[in-house]
């Protein structure tokens, strides 16, 4: 099963029978359910319905954060392009792990919409990472894609950089589909990144979430330990795929992210605040 959410605002299903309508006005209600309230309704009985234009899954009041530093390969390239490596050795090693804001839901930009890259920055990069999808009661309900957009040269500079680094217009993407937890053992997912210049493969590349050194709960744990979320929050768990670093995105680029069993996203790639007039025109 995957949850869509159309363009309309409809919240739909697709299950094995075909797609269903949830009767729910938002994602945003489902991700205030318990996980066994969210997981009897959705297989549960579904009138049949038209599968819709899909939109990015995520609306209301739920947030995107993300993890750092959670991969070895992670790691090393943050103390690669540091002022101050040490503090990445650090945290990777650390009782508490890494947590940031991403996105407001309103910001995020889903399947064959653009993401950007900043015209202060000379060297960005697309972050493949799984997501975790958790309810306002901090349960795990799903897993979605995320391309966590990241300026290396700004977080390179200096470490206090890093919401500038990591929060713009363009820089959040996400998969259109959120497959539920119930239904996917991610202990060993492969993810895969390809990104296309000019009609040929520039990078390919993959990884598994068997590599991640720290427990999805744990992540999850720590973003609710003093912060509420009440339509939920979608948590991108860090990456284990850095291009090499004579790399960086350029305008016309085709990112593609794509998780084992869950799903994948494929953006072009934008100059600035180009995404931003597309969000403000859609």
């Not at 009661?137 to 897993?143: A, L, M, P, R």
């Not at 391309?147 to 996400?174: H, M, T």
């Not at 948590?235 to 291009?243: H, K, N, Q």
Request: aromatic residues 8%.
């Amino acid at each position: 099963m995957h949850l869509y959410r159309s363009a309309d605002g409809r919240v739909i299903a697709h299950r094995e029978d075909g797609p269903g309508l949830v009767p729910v006005a938002s994602l945003a209600e489902l991700l205030r359910l318990r996980s066994a309230e969210l997981r009897t309704l959705l297989e549960g009985e579904l009138a049949p319905t038209a599968p819709g234009i899909p939109a990015a899954p995520i609306d209301g009041r739920t947030e995107v954060w993300a993890s750092g530093v959670t991969y070895l390969r992670s790691r090393s390239a943050r103390m690669d392009e540091s002022s101050d490596p040490d503090i990445y050795d650090r945290v990777y090693v650390a009782e508490r792990p890494e947590l940031f804001f991403k996105s407001a839901a309103w910001r995020v930009v889903t399947d064959g919409e653009p993401i950007a890259i900043r015209e202060d920055s000379s060297w960005d990069v697309p972050e493949p990472e799984l997501a975790v999808i958790a309810n306002r009661h901090g349960e795990i309900v799903g897993y979605g894609v995320c391309d966590d957009v990241s300026s290396r040269s700004l977080e390179g500079e200096n470490p206090l950089y890093l919401p500038q680094a990591k929060v713009f217009a363009g820089a959040c993407a996400i998969g259109p589909a959120i497959r539920p937890a119930w239904e996917v053992d991610a202990s060993d997912l492969g993810i895969r990144l390809r990104i296309e210049r000019d009609g040929r493969t520039i990078v390919d590349d993959a990884t598994s979430t068997a590599s991640l050194a720290r427990p999805l709960p744990e992540l999850v744990e720590y973003l609710f330990r003093a912060e509420n979320f009440p339509d939920g929050a979608w948590l991108s768990t860090g990456t284990g795929i850095v291009p090499a670093d004579d790399f960086t995105l350029r305008v016309g680029d085709r990112v593609t992210v794509e998780v084992q069993d869950v799903s994948s996203v494929t953006n072009p790639v934008a100059q600035g605040r180009a995404s931003w007039d597309f969000l403000e025109a859609r």
